[in-house]
């Protein structure tokens, strides 16, 4: 079964950087794929999505900061997160839009604390 793989996540102080990837372990063939997070005793809620022809879209709360990349019918996505907050810790979900349906990653945590 094809799973979304995700790295990139750790403890990081505020203002600091980090970028999250996420690799599918086989074909997908996705049409887009993005990133969602959960924060404790929070809904889980959309960061950012991008298309195959690059069509990005993000949360408020993360746009200027966030920038979201997708190489062109790869089914691998990154997400580079700067200027961090603490209000940015949560559980980073990768997300993808495949032709078998939709996948989810297991989840990275990032950290933003001093």
């Known amino acids: 079964q094809v799973q979304l793989v995700e790295s990139g996540g750790g403890l990081v102080q505020p203002g600091g950087s980090l970028r999250l990837s996420c690799t599918a372990s086989g074909n997908i063939y996705a049409t887009a794929m993005g990133w969602y997070r959960q924060a404790p005793g929070k809904q889980r809620e959309l960061v950012a999505t991008i298309t195959n022809v690059g069509r990005s879209n993000y949360a408020d709360s993360v746009k200027g900061r966030f920038s979201i990349s997708k190489a062109y019918r790869e089914d691998r996505v990154s997400l580079q997160m700067n200027s961090l907050k603490p209000e940015d810790t949560a559980v980073y979900y990768c997300?993808?839009?495949?032709?078998?349906?939709?996948?989810w990653g297991q989840g990275t945590q990032v950290t933003v604390s001093s």
């Open positions: 997300t993808a839009d495949g032709r078998l349906g939709t996948y």
